[in-house]
């Protein structure tokens, strides 16, 4: 198939590709109704973030979503947003915007290839079945071109898949290796067995915790699908609102966002909730796919010992478990989820940038951060709580 036969087209509302040609490459294996792999790619997602206000004017985050077509059949889209700013991403490029500024240029707008405001990996060139080689690239080398034919000073790509990287590596972009702690399930039976697999200080540890988190005086429950009520998210909201104020200074996420979340996507959540004296105190929300279980936010009224790490981390591996999952990807940062089960883990970003000589400076950085973070791993994963023979074969 030659270059000339591939349409390439951005576009500004995802309403104008449609839900069944951008599912058709985002998600092609739940068209049997079973879940996706990754939810954040999905039509509904992508869309409560645009429809909500969480993306588009004054958020930073424009939407400008990219189309390969052949023949008028679409084969390949991406969620890419015009950004003037880095927040909501997680692979961290202040020190980038910084030098280049510093020397004279200009680093927002960039364009990023990104699920916004999620720290999860998944694949971020979606190709139709039997397009995969063909569409990635169509979608590499439209973004290339259409970020050098606007002037802009950089491309990026985060939490892509190691084999997109490794593809898109190969077309000229460069990659950035980072780490996350997640959880693996090595086929447990109950969160018992998963303790069984821990050396026996980690285990007191953890048993500890659990029986101090549960000893709070209240409930905790989990609630998914038709389980999830709007009140749900009242409570939610006021949780979210405290960690966005923290965090970022602002929430990420519109309330809009979640009533929207109520209509079409409460089928990929499990929210889990802790209720005393007859209300809701603190809460996690997990979005759930087809193989993992992603943990995405977290919030509280009230302080109790060790019910953070219960409903964030301890619930996730019990949910995690009862639907066989393989993984849980707890988020972004937080060295404090390794005693807890959860191992250092690879993620990946690609990054192209316009000006050649910041482009060299940017790579030798990035091979330097390479070697770092290989290391890390290798360390980190050594104090980990598993017995050897688990670290073993983990490995």
Known sequence: ????????????????????????????????????????????????????????????????????????????????????????????????????????????????????????????????????????????????????????????VTFCTAAEATAAEDLGLMVRKTQQFHWRNRGYDDFDAFLASLNSRKRKNLRKERAQAQGFGGTIRTFSGDDLRPEHWDAFWQFYQDTGARKWGTPYLTRRFFDIAQDTLRDDMALVLAERDGRWVAGALNFVGREALFGRYWGCIEHHPCLHFELCYYQAIDIAIARGLRTVEAGAQGEHKLARGYLPTPTWSLHWMRDPGFARAVEDYLHAERNAVDEEIEILTDYGPFKQVQIEEQE
């Open 1 to 156: 198939m030659s270059k000339q036969e591939i349409e390439i087209r951005v576009v500004p509302h995802l309403s104008e590709i449609g839900q069944s040609e951008w599912d058709a490459c985002a998600c092609p294996e739940a068209a049997d109704g079973c879940a996706p792999h990754d939810p954040f790619t999905t039509y509904r997602f992508l869309s409560a973030l645009e429809e909500s206000g969480s993306v588009g004017p004054g958020t930073g985050w424009q939407p400008q979503y990219l189309t390969a077509s052949v023949e008028g059949q679409v084969i390949a889209v991406a969620p890419l947003y015009a950004k003037s700013h880095s927040q909501g991403e997680y692979i961290f490029d202040h020190s980038w915007a910084h030098a280049y500024e510093r020397a004279g240029g200009r680093y927002y707008p960039k364009l990023q290839i990104a699920v916004p405001h999620t720290p999860a990996t998944g694949r971020r060139f979606l190709t139709r079945p039997g397009f995969e080689e063909t569409g990635l690239a169509a979608l590499v080398q439209g973004a290339v071109q259409l970020t050098d034919n606007n002037g802009l000073s950089s491309l990026h």
